[in-house]
């Protein structure tokens, strides 16, 4: 059993910055082996790829929405994977969810196997 658990989301004016972070947790779960992915769902709209980064934290992908405004990085000493997200917007509104699969070395925007219950991020203009 993989537990990931979400914090850091909040109510940030337009132009500020939020730090999210995932802890990761199981009795088997080594979290080292595994690629890390943030996703967020706005009301009424699908779930989309945000960012994800792999095992070891050299790689890492952006969707076109957030590149040059959010950065993923990850601690696997602490079994945690972060999400910095700056010049905020109001179209960032959303619950944002971490995610995780065995790193395989395969796209990084699907086929996660466990995820989070999400943290709310709310950007008012």
């Known amino acids: 059993q993989v537990q990931l658990v979400e914090s850091g989301g909040g109510l940030v004016q337009a132009g500020g910055s939020l730090r999210l972070s995932c802890a990761a947790s199981?009795?088997?779960?080594?979290?080292?082996?595994?690629?890390m992915g943030w996703f967020r769902r706005a009301p009424e709209k699908e779930r989309e790829f945000v960012a994800g980064?792999?095992?070891?934290?050299?790689?890492?992908y952006y969707a076109d929405s957030v590149k040059g405004r959010f950065t993923i990085s990850r601690d696997n000493a602490k079994n945690t994977v972060y999400l910095q997200m700056n010049s905020l917007k109001p179209e960032d509104t959303a619950v944002y969810y971490c995610?995780?699969?065995?790193?395989?070395?395969?796209?990084?925007?699907?086929?996660?196997?466990?995820w989070g219950q999400g943290t709310q991020v709310t950007v008012s203009s």
């Open positions: 199981g009795r088997t779960f080594t979290f080292s082996m595994y690629a």
């Open positions: 980064i792999n095992w070891t934290g050299t790689s890492t």
């Open positions: 995610a995780a699969k065995p790193d395989y070395g395969l796209a990084f925007q699907k086929d996660y196997n466990y």
